[in-house]
T-cell receptor, first 115, second 109 residues
Framework: ETGVTQTPRHLVMGMTNKKSLKCEQH?????MYWYKQSAKKPLELMFV???????ENNSVPSRFSPECPNSSHLFLHLHTLQPEDSALYLC??????????????FGEGSRLTVL | GQQLNQSPQSMFIQEGEDVSMNCTSS?????WLWYKQDPGEGPVLLIA?????ELTSNGRLTAQFGITRKDSFLNISASIPSDVGIYFC?????????FGEGTQLTVNP
């Protein structure tokens, strides 16, 4: 139990569906992240939020839309995805981003399959 | 962009053996970290290193921050079956955190 909870753990969707991934952290952190993990590739940073404000968008296609209503919750809204978007999506949190020691607390991930 | 070269990509060992893996880069990093990802879980931080030359242990795990600040290694002694998983190195430079591709470790009982 890392204090970061992701739902759903598994999601299968068609290319025309709209779905959302949810992340909640109980650690009192102010920074939250979305990462994409594909087989045999390094973790790819997608978005960073610091104190609810988006501070980084790593050239992510607009079919991925993040939302951070408060420092404890982070969503990733998905629409018109492609099969190559199938991957494990990891949420992480840290106290703040500015010091960036690299110490992240990850959730268990949401395994997404796009048909 | 910055890249971390992690090796080996995979290891198959017998229980009780020692394991060594490393990460190298052409760039200098300010912090080196090692994460472990169990099957079906997210990565968990094992060891964080903040100074060049620093050697840190966490139980059977030992990691070092290379003097040149361009490399790090992780050793696991007397491996056990629960050591199985993917081990990732990571480094920070400024505000950027970069991950290696991971080392898949399999431990045969």
């Amino acid at each position: 139990e890392t204090g970061v909870t992701q739902t759903p753990r598994h999601l299968v969707m068609g290319m025309t569906n709209k779905k959302s991934l949810k992340c909640e952290q109980h650690l009192g952190h102010n920074a939250m992240y979305w990462y994409k993990q594909s087989a045999k590739k390094p973790l790819e940073l997608m978005f960073v939020y610091n104190f609810k404000e988006q501070t980084e968008n790593n050239s992510v296609p607009s079919r991925f839309s993040p939302e951070c209503p408060n420092s404890s919750h982070l969503f990733l809204h998905l629409h018109t995805l492609q099969p190559e978007d199938s991957a494990l999506y990891l949420c992480a949190s840290s106290p703040v981003t500015t010091s960036n020691t690299g110490e992240l607390f990850f959730g268990e991930g949401s395994r997404l399959t796009v048909l | 962009g910055q890249q971390l070269n992690q090796s080996p990509q995979s290891m198959f060992i017998q229980e009780g053996e020692d394991v060594s893996m490393n990460c190298t880069s052409s760039s200098i990093f300010n912090t080196w970290l090692w994460y472990k990802q169990d099957p079906g879980e997210g990565p968990v931080l094992l060891i964080a290193l903040y100074k060049a030359g620093e050697l840190t242990s966490n139980g059977r795990l030992t990691a070092q921050f290379g003097i040149t600040r361009k490399d790090s290694f992780l050793n696991i002694s007397a491996s056990i079956p629960s050591d199985v998983g993917i081990y990732f190195c990571a480094g920070t430079s400024g505000s950027r955190l970069t991950f290696g591709e991971g080392t898949q470790l399999t431990v045969n009982p």
